[in-house]
Protein backbone atom coordinates (compact mmCIF):
# COMPACT_ATOMS: atom_id res chain seq x y z
CA UNK A 1 0.00 0.00 0.00
CA UNK A 2 1.55 3.08 -1.02
CA UNK A 3 2.44 5.60 2.00
CA UNK A 4 0.26 8.39 0.49
CA UNK A 5 -2.63 6.44 0.48
CA UNK A 6 -2.52 5.30 3.96
CA UNK A 7 -5.55 7.13 6.36
CA UNK A 8 -3.90 9.04 8.90
CA UNK A 9 -6.91 11.10 10.33
CA UNK A 10 -7.31 9.63 13.53
CA UNK A 11 -11.22 10.91 12.98
CA UNK A 12 -11.78 9.82 9.66
CA UNK A 13 -10.82 5.79 10.64
CA UNK A 14 -13.53 6.89 13.58
CA UNK A 15 -16.13 7.34 11.53
CA UNK A 16 -15.44 5.07 8.45
CA UNK A 17 -15.14 1.99 11.00
CA UNK A 18 -18.15 3.41 13.58
CA UNK A 19 -20.74 4.90 10.47
CA UNK A 20 -21.81 1.68 8.91
CA UNK A 21 -22.70 0.08 12.35
CA UNK A 22 -24.81 3.19 13.25
CA UNK A 23 -26.58 2.87 10.22
CA UNK A 24 -27.05 -0.77 10.51
CA UNK A 25 -28.48 -0.31 14.27
CA UNK A 26 -30.78 2.50 12.91
CA UNK A 27 -32.22 0.04 9.74
CA UNK A 28 -32.76 -3.01 12.63
CA UNK A 29 -34.58 -0.56 15.10
CA UNK A 30 -36.90 0.62 12.09
CA UNK A 31 -37.79 -2.79 10.75
CA UNK A 32 -38.05 -4.30 14.24
CA UNK A 33 -40.65 -1.41 15.23
CA UNK A 34 -42.73 -1.32 11.94
CA UNK A 35 -43.78 -4.68 12.00
CA UNK A 36 -42.69 -5.57 8.11
CA UNK A 37 -41.16 -8.87 9.65
CA UNK A 38 -43.12 -9.24 12.72
CA UNK A 39 -42.44 -13.16 14.07
CA UNK A 40 -39.51 -13.79 12.00
CA UNK A 41 -36.52 -14.42 13.79
CA UNK A 42 -34.56 -11.49 14.65
CA UNK A 43 -31.48 -13.17 13.04
CA UNK A 44 -33.92 -12.41 9.46
CA UNK A 45 -34.79 -8.81 10.62
CA UNK A 46 -30.61 -8.33 11.17
CA UNK A 47 -30.20 -9.71 7.65
CA UNK A 48 -32.61 -7.69 6.16
CA UNK A 49 -30.95 -4.28 7.79
CA UNK A 50 -27.92 -4.89 6.83
CA UNK A 51 -28.82 -4.92 2.92
CA UNK A 52 -29.64 -1.63 3.71
CA UNK A 53 -26.93 -0.21 5.71
CA UNK A 54 -23.88 -2.16 5.90
CA UNK A 55 -23.62 -3.81 2.65
CA UNK A 56 -23.95 -0.85 0.23
CA UNK A 57 -22.49 1.43 2.64
CA UNK A 58 -19.07 -0.46 2.78
CA UNK A 59 -19.12 -1.52 -0.96
CA UNK A 60 -20.43 1.82 -1.93
CA UNK A 61 -17.51 3.32 -0.59
CA UNK A 62 -15.05 0.76 -1.85
CA UNK A 63 -16.63 1.81 -5.40
CA UNK A 64 -16.16 5.48 -4.96
CA UNK A 65 -12.55 5.39 -3.60
CA UNK A 66 -11.34 2.72 -6.55
CA UNK A 67 -12.88 5.48 -8.82
CA UNK A 68 -11.69 8.53 -7.38
CA UNK A 69 -8.01 7.05 -6.97
CA UNK A 70 -7.72 4.63 -9.90
CA UNK A 71 -10.68 6.26 -12.55
CA UNK A 72 -12.43 2.76 -12.54
CA UNK A 73 -15.16 0.84 -10.20
CA UNK A 74 -12.60 -2.02 -9.80
CA UNK A 75 -12.05 -2.53 -5.94
CA UNK A 76 -9.70 -4.81 -5.75
CA UNK A 77 -7.20 -2.30 -7.09
CA UNK A 78 -6.93 -0.43 -3.39
CA UNK A 79 -7.07 -3.10 -1.97
CA UNK A 80 -3.85 -4.20 0.26
CA UNK A 81 -2.92 -7.17 2.20
CA UNK A 82 -2.78 -8.89 -0.85
CA UNK A 83 0.31 -11.07 0.34
CA UNK A 84 0.47 -15.12 -1.40
CA UNK A 85 0.40 -17.31 1.03
CA UNK A 86 0.57 -21.33 0.40
CA UNK A 87 -2.96 -22.71 0.70
CA UNK A 88 -1.49 -25.24 3.97
CA UNK A 89 -0.04 -22.02 5.11
CA UNK A 90 -3.35 -19.95 5.42
CA UNK A 91 -5.04 -23.43 6.51
CA UNK A 92 -2.88 -23.84 9.74
CA UNK A 93 -3.27 -20.08 10.73
CA UNK A 94 -7.11 -20.45 10.29
CA UNK A 95 -7.09 -23.39 12.19
CA UNK A 96 -5.19 -21.72 14.96
CA UNK A 97 -7.21 -18.45 15.02
CA UNK A 98 -10.54 -20.69 15.58
CA UNK A 99 -8.87 -22.96 18.28
CA UNK A 100 -7.45 -19.80 19.96
CA UNK A 101 -10.54 -17.97 19.58
CA UNK A 102 -13.16 -20.69 20.42
CA UNK A 103 -10.86 -21.15 23.92
CA UNK A 104 -11.33 -17.47 24.54
CA UNK A 105 -14.69 -17.42 23.82
CA UNK A 106 -15.07 -20.28 26.17
CA UNK A 107 -12.81 -18.61 28.86
CA UNK A 108 -15.28 -15.45 28.71
CA UNK A 109 -19.16 -17.11 28.20
CA UNK A 110 -20.23 -15.81 31.27
CA UNK A 111 -19.35 -12.13 30.77
CA UNK A 112 -22.04 -11.52 27.41
CA UNK A 113 -24.28 -12.70 29.89
CA UNK A 114 -23.01 -10.99 33.36
CA UNK A 115 -22.87 -7.12 30.85
CA UNK A 116 -26.11 -7.63 29.13
CA UNK A 117 -28.06 -8.12 32.69
CA UNK A 118 -25.33 -5.11 34.53
CA UNK A 119 -24.29 -2.53 32.16
CA UNK A 120 -26.74 -2.89 29.63
CA UNK A 121 -29.50 -4.15 31.79
CA UNK A 122 -31.46 -0.62 30.09
CA UNK A 123 -31.72 -2.18 26.35
CA UNK A 124 -34.61 -3.83 25.67
CA UNK A 125 -35.12 -7.29 25.04
CA UNK A 126 -36.49 -7.29 21.14
CA UNK A 127 -33.25 -5.26 20.57
CA UNK A 128 -31.44 -8.30 21.03
CA UNK A 129 -30.86 -10.56 18.15
CA UNK A 130 -29.94 -13.67 19.77
CA UNK A 131 -32.94 -16.02 20.78
CA UNK A 132 -33.91 -19.87 21.20
CA UNK A 133 -34.22 -20.70 17.81
CA UNK A 134 -36.26 -24.45 18.85
CA UNK A 135 -38.76 -22.01 19.85
CA UNK A 136 -39.93 -20.97 16.29
CA UNK A 137 -41.85 -23.64 13.58
CA UNK A 138 -40.12 -25.89 11.05
CA UNK A 139 -40.87 -22.98 8.17
CA UNK A 140 -39.25 -20.14 10.03
CA UNK A 141 -35.89 -22.23 10.83
CA UNK A 142 -35.40 -23.21 7.40
CA UNK A 143 -35.74 -19.33 6.36
CA UNK A 144 -33.11 -18.46 9.22
CA UNK A 145 -30.95 -21.13 7.94
CA UNK A 146 -31.01 -19.69 3.98
CA UNK A 147 -30.67 -16.16 5.00
CA UNK A 148 -28.25 -16.67 7.84
CA UNK A 149 -26.09 -19.02 4.98
CA UNK A 150 -25.92 -16.28 2.28
CA UNK A 151 -26.11 -12.87 3.85
CA UNK A 152 -24.42 -13.98 7.59
CA UNK A 153 -22.24 -16.32 5.98
CA UNK A 154 -20.90 -15.39 2.98
CA UNK A 155 -21.61 -12.34 1.87
CA UNK A 156 -21.49 -9.68 5.01
CA UNK A 157 -18.14 -11.52 5.84
CA UNK A 158 -16.41 -11.45 2.79
CA UNK A 159 -17.76 -7.49 2.03
CA UNK A 160 -16.18 -6.83 6.05
CA UNK A 161 -13.12 -7.90 5.46
CA UNK A 162 -12.75 -6.15 2.08
CA UNK A 163 -13.89 -3.52 4.13
CA UNK A 164 -12.19 -3.37 7.48
CA UNK A 165 -9.23 -5.50 6.49
CA UNK A 166 -8.29 -4.90 3.05
CA UNK A 167 -9.10 -1.34 2.74
CA UNK A 168 -9.28 0.47 6.21
CA UNK A 169 -6.44 -1.93 8.41
CA UNK A 170 -3.80 -1.58 5.35
CA UNK A 171 -4.15 2.11 5.36
CA UNK A 172 -3.49 2.10 8.82
CA UNK A 173 0.22 0.96 8.53
CA UNK A 174 1.64 4.20 10.11
CA UNK A 175 -0.29 3.60 13.38
CA UNK A 176 2.44 0.09 13.55
CA UNK A 177 1.60 -2.25 16.21
CA UNK A 178 -1.32 -0.53 17.33
CA UNK A 179 -3.08 -0.88 13.94
CA UNK A 180 -3.97 -4.33 14.63
CA UNK A 181 -5.49 -3.36 17.88
CA UNK A 182 -7.24 -0.19 16.58
CA UNK A 183 -8.85 -1.72 14.12
CA UNK A 184 -10.08 -4.64 15.91
CA UNK A 185 -11.62 -2.09 18.56
CA UNK A 186 -13.23 -0.01 16.09
CA UNK A 187 -14.59 -3.31 14.17
CA UNK A 188 -15.58 -4.76 17.48
CA UNK A 189 -17.47 -1.29 18.56
CA UNK A 190 -19.08 -1.03 15.08
CA UNK A 191 -21.30 -4.16 16.70
CA UNK A 192 -23.83 -1.91 17.83
CA UNK A 193 -26.55 -4.18 18.28
CA UNK A 194 -24.69 -6.11 20.76
CA UNK A 195 -22.93 -3.92 22.62
CA UNK A 196 -22.37 -7.00 25.31
CA UNK A 197 -20.71 -8.58 23.57
CA UNK A 198 -17.93 -6.47 22.34
CA UNK A 199 -14.67 -7.16 25.20
CA UNK A 200 -15.77 -10.77 23.93
CA UNK A 201 -15.42 -9.97 20.27
CA UNK A 202 -11.84 -7.83 20.81
CA UNK A 203 -10.73 -11.06 22.55
CA UNK A 204 -11.29 -13.61 20.09
CA UNK A 205 -10.20 -11.32 17.00
CA UNK A 206 -7.20 -10.34 18.48
CA UNK A 207 -5.05 -13.20 17.10
CA UNK A 208 -7.14 -13.41 13.78
CA UNK A 209 -6.48 -10.33 12.81
CA UNK A 210 -2.62 -10.39 14.21
CA UNK A 211 -2.26 -13.01 11.68
CA UNK A 212 -3.41 -11.18 8.76
CA UNK A 213 -1.69 -8.44 9.39
CA UNK A 214 1.84 -9.67 10.08
CA UNK A 215 0.86 -12.20 6.90
CA UNK A 216 -0.26 -9.99 4.61
CA UNK A 217 -3.27 -12.04 4.25
CA UNK A 218 -6.89 -10.95 3.57
CA UNK A 219 -7.80 -14.63 2.15
CA UNK A 220 -7.42 -15.45 6.12
CA UNK A 221 -9.75 -13.47 7.69
CA UNK A 222 -12.09 -14.11 4.90
CA UNK A 223 -11.69 -17.52 5.22
CA UNK A 224 -11.81 -17.61 9.02
CA UNK A 225 -14.69 -14.81 9.12
CA UNK A 226 -16.61 -17.29 7.26
CA UNK A 227 -15.84 -20.58 8.95
CA UNK A 228 -17.09 -18.96 12.18
CA UNK A 229 -19.80 -17.87 10.60
CA UNK A 230 -20.76 -20.66 9.54
CA UNK A 231 -20.80 -22.52 12.44
CA UNK A 232 -23.95 -20.78 13.56
CA UNK A 233 -26.24 -22.15 10.34
CA UNK A 234 -25.08 -25.18 11.35
CA UNK A 235 -26.71 -24.60 14.63
CA UNK A 236 -29.75 -23.85 12.92
CA UNK A 237 -29.30 -27.18 10.56
CA UNK A 238 -29.36 -29.12 13.58
CA UNK A 239 -32.43 -28.00 15.10
CA UNK A 240 -34.39 -30.00 11.99
CA UNK A 241 -32.99 -33.09 12.84
Request: proline letters at 4%.
Amino acid sequence: MNVDKEIKSTRKLIFLHLFPGIALSIMYIFFSKVGILAGYPRVVILSFSMIFSTIPIELGYLFYVAKKEEGTFNIFKILGLKGKLKVKVIIFYALVSIIVGAILLIALKPLPNYLLQTVFCWIPSWYNFIQDMSLFSKNYIIIAILVNFFILTFITPIIEELYFRGFLLARMKWMGKYSVLFNVILFSVYHFYSPWLIITKIATMLPLYYFVYKKDSLKLGILVHCLVQFADAVSYITLLI
